[in-house]
């Protein structure tokens, strides 16, 4: 289980830096184009700089999934815009905010707006954010592929397939409204920092591999067969490759 939280009040470098000293390690944001709540490319930046991933979530309004297909189009057009405009890098997700207490009736409504939000983010994974029924009925028809539960509406039930669940609203922490959430892998979160490469490893060491390589040299010296000349020659460039040297 991993700590984390969102919120509509843009972080500051003091306040994301102190969510970090609590042991909190993602923070989810909205990405949408303008607004008080709206995530920037320089907050983002400032998010990332402190150590939190970013969850980014689209919401303008809360019952906007009851748009179907033409609000999902429009929607997920507009959140890809907001999310390369950010630096959002593509594979991470977008989740929809289901922010109602959606009845079953809803649902194919709603299911409509993620299939047609999913297909207008094609470079992005496509998450959901909403009720248990939500998760449940949008899990069923495969219509996304990242969950993140929330508490209300759910009459104590939680999905068990969830990415990110949220167990707790409207708490003051470090002079900001936060909500607080918990995420269990595979979040499709993103950070504006690039983690460099890790130095290409070798199984065996140059050293030990030039130890070795001396016997072989010897054992093609010793012989006139041309079938295991070549054998030794191969087996000392393949130490060689193994080690991270040129072959010769």
């Known amino acids: 289980m991993i700590k984390g939280f969102d919120c509509s009040t843009p972080l500051t470098a ?28 320089s907050e983002a930046d400032t998010i990332s700089e402190a150590g939190l991933q970013i969850v980014s979530v689209f919401e303008t309004t809360a019952n906007r999934a009851l748009g179907g297909r033409s609000a999902g189009l429009a929607d997920g057009a507009t959140a890809v815009q907001v999310a390369h405009d950010l630096g959002q890098p593509p594979g991470s997700c977008i989740y929809f905010a289901v922010d109602f207490d959606a009845s079953s009736a809803q649902m194919p409504t709603i299911i409509a707006y993620l299939r047609a939000a999913s297909e207008a983010t094609p470079e992005y994974t496509t998450g959901v954010y909403g009720s248990y029924a939500v998760m449940e009925a949008v899990r069923n028809v495969g219509a996304c592929s990242h969950f993140w539960q929330t508490y209300a509406w759910s009459g104590g039930k939680k999905s068990n397939f969830i990415n990110i669940y949220q167990y707790l609203n409207d708490v003051v922490e470090h002079g900001i409204g936060v909500d607080y959430d918990e995420s269990y892998g595979k979040e499709g979160w993103w950070s504006t920092i690039t983690v460099p490469e890790p130095p290409e490893s070798y199984p065996l060491s140059p050293k030990d591999a030039n130890v070795i390589i001396p016997f072989l040299s010897a054992g093609y010296e010793a012989t006139s067969s041309t079938a295991a000349r070549e054998e030794f020659h191969r087996l000392a460039n393949e130490l060689r490759r193994v080690s991270g040297q040129p072959e010769q």
Do not use: E, H, I, W
Request: aromatic share 18%.
């Open 14 to 41: 003091q306040t994301a830096a102190a969510f970090v000293n609590d042991g909190y390690l993602f923070v989810a944001r909205y990405l949408v184009p303008s607004g008080y709540k709206a995530l920037t490319k």
